[in-house]
C-alpha cells in the first residue's frame, strides 16, 4: 500500500503537462499579440494622447499575459522539482531564484504573483477609463484582496 502511495506522486505529471501546454500557449499568443501591436503601431503611429493611452493599455495587457505564462512555468518547474524529481532545489537555478524548496513556498510565490497581476488590472483599467467611480470600487476591492493576501502570506511564514 505504502508503494502504491508512493508511486501516485506521478499523477502530478497531469498537472506538469497541462500547465506547460498552457504557459507555451500563453508565450505564443504574446508574441503574436506583440508582433501585430508592432505592426498596427508602426502603419498608424498614435497622434493623440488618447491614442498613446490606449498603446499603454494594450502594452499592460500583454505584461500581465507574460505574468501569467511565467507563473504557470514556476509552477510547471516547481511541481515537477517538487514531486517527480529527487534532486535538490539546489540544483535547480530557477526554482532558488524564486525561493522555492517545499510546496508551501509555491503557495507564497503564487500569492505574490496574484498580487502583481491585480495590480497591473488595476493600472489597466485606471489608464482606460481614468478617475470614475468604478474605477475606486476596483481599487478598494483590489487593496482589500492584496491586504489579505499580504496578510495570509506573512502568517504562512
Known amino acids: 500500500m505504502e508503494r502504491l502511495f508512493q508511486n501516485s ?4 505529471i497531469i498537472a506538469i503537462i ?29 497622434d493623440s494622447a488618447k491614442g498613446g493611452k490606449e498603446l499603454i493599455v494594450e502594452l499592460l ?15 510547471t518547474i516547481s ?23 517545499d510546496f508551501h513556498d509555491l503557495k507564497i510565490t503564487l500569492v505574490q504573483v496574484t498580487s502583481v497581476i491585480l495590480v497591473i488590472l488595476f493600472l489597466e483599467h485606471a489608464v482606460e477609463f481614468g478617475g470614475t467611480i468604478e474605477t475606486l470600487y476596483l481599487g478598494i476591492s483590489i487593496a482589500i484582496v492584496v491586504a489579505a493576501s499580504t496578510f495570509a502570506w506573512r502568517s504562512m511564514k
Open 79 to 101: 511541481l515537477y522539482r517538487l514531486f517527480i524529481s529527487p534532486a535538490t532545489n539546489k540544483s535547480s537555478q530557477f526554482l532558488a531564484a524564486f525561493h522555492i524548496e
Open 18 to 46: 497541462t500547465t506547460a501546454i498552457s504557459s507555451l500557449l500563453v508565450y505564443i499568443a504574446c508574441v503574436n499579440i506583440v508582433f501585430n501591436v508592432v505592426k498596427v503601431t508602426i502603419t498608424a503611429l498614435p
Open 9 to 12: 506522486r506521478f499523477l502530478v
Open 61 to 75: 495587457k500583454i505584461l500581465d499575459l507574460l505574468l501569467i505564462g511565467i507563473t504557470l512555468q514556476v509552477i
